[in-house]
């Protein structure tokens, strides 16, 4: 064992580090998917689409910036601009025209909505910026790289991996936990999640908060796109496979937990990267393999309430 | 598959919505069918497609009756489609590696199928989208075995013994998914009229009564279960057979999308709108991306909304109000 570390010690630190970033984003994309089920009702499987658009337009936001001569730091404002921007357009659009329709209808149907905004948007993004893979790190890049210290090794390891991404994920978190705890706007859109029509009949504009509540989810997906964006390059699909990561990771947690959302993030993060330096080839099975133990055993999630069947 | 089902077709389930009279639409379908495949014949490998996915729609079918939908359900035609494609060099007779096909995917069914009937609804989609994932990583990364993403090409088979020329196989190929597509499309009516596919409704509406009535509705949801990846897996075989390539892209969970796309698209009344809908997705996906190479993804999800949000009982659904109409 004492060997085996010695030799493995290095990757199990990188496979740590690395997994700590990718959870970060993972868990701002499922806290948005989560959010949004809360109060929809409905689970968006858009919600990737609005995920894969955040980063490409992130990235062409800061390709812009950095043509314009603005120095590569500018490409903060880039992600914050693209997240806001995808967030602000097609969050009230998608439900004011689409799923507005659907509140209360069958859950498959509900489904396939979304499904069919899955499909569109995935053309919509090659419409746009096209098939070839576009590549974008100046953010990263400009921030350097930290040694982080790891027994009697250094390892190298992005300053914006190591602290933007966590940095922001636990800011949301934390943001999140405050806002819909101690705001008023926050304890409406719990009230509606809680109980919507009790919520209504109190006085509250169920419409508004849902509109509110999707284009917030939406955003969130779109800066989990955006600071994505400068560590991989994007290709068609990266929607495709962020949603499911999502649902993984929502479904482990339990439907509407936020807190939980953050540990079963973590979970599948650190599982992931754990197996991409011992076991690539079963890398992208591990999320889901944790997600069907997890549900094996609490059917309602790690963190989720049971709910009583109706009679 | 078992005798038993065999006896029910001829009795008419007494069920207003089953008045019309199906039997012969299917038989009119069919003959479209054949004449359109004999009129134009690159039609001949689309409508043997559709016919092949009907097949698999149709236990998406089995499964929305009872009120859950698989968002993974594409894994058990990759099943089938691979059990071709892994034997054909040392079995290459069609007619036997369409049962063992069938049988593995249903075999699989069985074994997700006894802890999965636990869960409803959202967790029933997640699940089986969760585990088609696992099924198409796994595709994907063990490259040794299944050559990744590039896919295996499915070597020479023989049909009865014989080897067929192309244009022979086309059609042998293209009876066999219409043979099929019509003995399931009966014992799927048959079995939506028994008792045990009538509880199914059962456990959309109300499953508390059932377990009052003692019938459990895990023992029900499970056979449905089984025999929707029955059917998947035969599906697949014919994919196979017919592309003579398969690809991890079969398990991936928009594939299972699209099945239940289809079975939305047809609509889920009837045994026949699988195929409906099958025939009128692979037609519209092949000419929307002959005409929009690079939008026919658009298309097909816009179709779908407006069925979703106009039409709600798919096309099916649209024939049969129209025919009442004149009626």
Redesign the interface.
């Known amino acids: 064992m004492g060997q085996w570390f010695a030799e493995n010690g290095l990757l199990i630190g990188l496979a740590l580090l690395d997994g700590l970033a990718y959870a970060a984003l993972v868990f701002m994309v499922a806290v948005g998917l989560n959010m949004v089920f809360g109060v929809l009702r409905i689970?968006n499987?858009a919600h990737g689409s609005l995920f894969a658009i955040g980063a490409y337009a992130a990235a062409s936001i800061g390709l812009f910036l950095a043509s314009l001569g603005l120095p590569p730091i500018a490409g903060f404002a880039a992600l914050l601009l693209a997240a806001a921007l995808v967030g602000g357009i097609l969050g009230p659009l998608i439900e004011r025209l689409?799923l507005r329709?659907?509140y209360g209808q069958?859950?498959?149907?509900q489904?396939?909505?979304t499904?069919?905004?899955?499909?569109?948007l995935?053309?919509?993004q090659?419409?746009i910026w096209g098939v070839q893979p576009i590549f974008q790190d100046a953010p990263m890049k400009a921030l350097g790289t930290v040694d982080v210290p790891f027994g009697e090794d250094v390892i190298p390891f992005t300053a914006y991996q190591l602290f933007v991404l966590p940095g922001v994920a636990l800011a949301t978190l934390a943001g999140l936990a405050w806002f819909l705890r101690r705001t008023l706007t926050g304890r409406v859109i719990v009230a509606v999640t809680t109980d919507k029509e009790a919520a209504m009949a109190m006085g509250i504009d169920a419409a508004k908060v849902t509109l509110l509540t999707f284009t917030f989810g939406a955003a969130l997906a779109a800066l989990g796109g955006a600071l994505a964006s400068p560590t991989t390059s994007l290709v068609p699909g990266i929607g495709?496979q962020t949603i499911?990561l999502s649902?993984?990771v929502v479904?482990t947690a339990g439907?509407g937990q936020i807190e939980g959302a953050a540990i079963s993030a973590l979970m599948i993060g650190l599982g992931r990267s754990i197996a991409v330096y011992l076991a690539?080839?079963?890398?992208?099975?591990v999320p889901?393999?944790i997600?069907?133990a997890v549900?094996?055993i609490r059917?309602q999630g790690l963190f989720g309430r049971l709910e009583t069947?109706?009679? | 598959m078992s005798a038993s089902d065999r006896d029910a077709p001829g009795v008419a389930a007494p069920r207003p919505s089953m008045r019309l009279p199906e039997a012969g639409l299917a038989l009119a379908g069919a003959a479209a069918l054949v004449l359109a495949a004999w009129a134009v014949p690159w039609l001949k490998f689309v409508l043997t497609i559709a016919l092949a996915k009907g097949v698999a729609v149709l236990g998406i079918l089995l499964l929305?009756r009872a009120?859950q939908?698989s968002?993974g359900h594409s894994m058990f035609l990759a099943v089938g489609a691979y059990t071709v494609a892994f034997l054909a060099p040392a079995v290459p007779e069609a007619l036997l590696l369409l049962p063992l096909g069938a049988l593995l995917g249903g075999l699989l069914g069985l074994v997700i199928g006894l802890?999965i009937v636990?869960?409803r609804?959202?967790?029933f989609?997640?699940?089986n989208?969760?585990?088609s994932?696992?099924l198409y990583?796994?595709l994907?990364?063990?490259y040794d075995l299944t050559k990744g993403t590039d896919g295996i090409r499915v070597s020479a088979l023989t049909f009865a013994g014989a080897v067929p020329d192309r244009e022979t196989q086309e059609w042998v190929m293209f009876g066999l998914a219409l043979a099929l597509a019509l003995g399931f499309g009966l014992l799927v009516r048959a079995y939506l009229a028994s008792p045990m596919g009538r509880a199914l409704a059962g456990i959309k509406t109300?499953?508390?009564r059932l377990e009052f009535m003692g019938v459990s509705a895990r023992r029900v949801l499970l056979f449905a279960y089984v025999f929707s990846a029955v059917m998947g897996g035969a599906a697949g075989t014919l994919v196979a057979m017919t592309t003579r390539h398969v690809t991890p892209q079969l398990a991936?969970?928009?594939s299972s999308?699209e099945l239940?796309?289809i079975a939305?698209l047809g609509g889920a009344g009837s045994a026949l709108g699988p195929f409906l809908g099958a025939t009128a997705f692979e037609l519209v996906r092949v000419y929307a991306a002959a005409a929009v190479a690079?939008?026919?993804?658009?298309i097909?999800?816009?179709v779908?909304?407006l069925v979703?949000?106009f039409a709600?009982g798919g096309l099916w659904g649209m024939l049969t109000s129209r025919l009442r109409g004149r009626a």
């Open positions: 689970v499987v689409v329709r659907i069958e859950e498959v149907l489904l396939l909505v499904f069919a905004l899955f499909m569109i995935e053309d919509v090659k419409l495709a499911v649902f993984a479904a439907l690539p080839e079963f890398e992208v099975v889901y393999l997600m069907v549900l094996l059917p069947r109706r009679v | 929305l009120g939908v968002f802890f636990r869960y609804d959202i967790f989609s997640m699940l989208l969760a585990l994932m696992v990583s796994l994907e990364k063990l109300r499953e508390t991936y969970w928009t999308g239940v796309f939305i690079d939008a026919w993804q658009m097909l999800g816009g779908l909304l979703i949000l709600p």
